[in-house]
């Protein structure tokens, strides 16, 4: 009777085992799956990103619905950086202050 008894949870055991092993690989199917998904959107975004980033597109903004214009060349002034002649307090002072205007 023990031995019966033993023989039968052995069996249920070994079912739920593999019922759970099919489980899993029914899981295991859906999140690769997902992760294919998401993958493919990733690429979607950084392809959109691509776009968004794009000089010609950035420029098309700016003209369009900014109203912005290219400068002709007597509207451009280049500012060459200055040096710093003092590393001391009042020189760094002096900087700080210049920077706010």
Not at 14 to 20: I, K
Request: proline fraction near 2%; glycine fraction near 2%; aromatic fraction near 8%.
């Amino acid at each position: 009777m023990k031995t019966i008894v033993l023989l039968l949870i052995s069996v249920l055991f070994l079912v739920f085992l593999s019922l759970e092993n099919v489980r899993i690989g029914y899981e295991i199917n859906k999140l690769e799956k997902k992760k294919a998904e998401l993958t493919n959107y990733n690429r979607i975004l950084n392809i959109e990103i691509s776009k968004l980033k794009s000089l010609e597109r950035i420029e098309s903004v700016a003209k369009k619905e900014l109203n912005l214009t290219v400068p002709d060349k007597f509207e451009t002034l280049i500012i060459a950086p200055r040096e710093e002649v003092s590393t001391g307090f009042l020189s760094k002072a002096f900087s700080f202050i210049l920077s706010i205007f």
